[in-house]
């Protein structure tokens, strides 16, 4: 996606293979997003981005 100051950015694993930037349903391989994989600004600098993913449980309060 090219921003109005001419940056490009990367969703996914355009560019760099090791971003693991899918966002997964916990314990299926289904993905729900795409996270911010790489930053390319109007001179060909890059910044790459990397993300771990951990499956977290979320409850609900018992007094809702």
């Avoid at 090791?18 to 916990?26: C, K, L």
């Avoid at 930053?39 to 993300?51: A, L, N």
Wanted: charged share 25%; glycine share 8%; proline share 5%.
């Amino acid at each position: 996606m090219w921003t109005k100051r001419g940056q490009l950015r990367d969703y996914g694993a355009a560019g760099n293979p090791h971003a693991n930037a899918a966002i997964n349903a916990r314990g299926r391989p289904v993905i729900l997003s795409w996270a911010l994989s790489r930053i390319v600004d109007s001179v060909g600098k890059h910044m790459d981005f990397q993300y771990e993913q951990r499956d977290v449980e979320c409850r609900a309060p018992n007094n809702l």
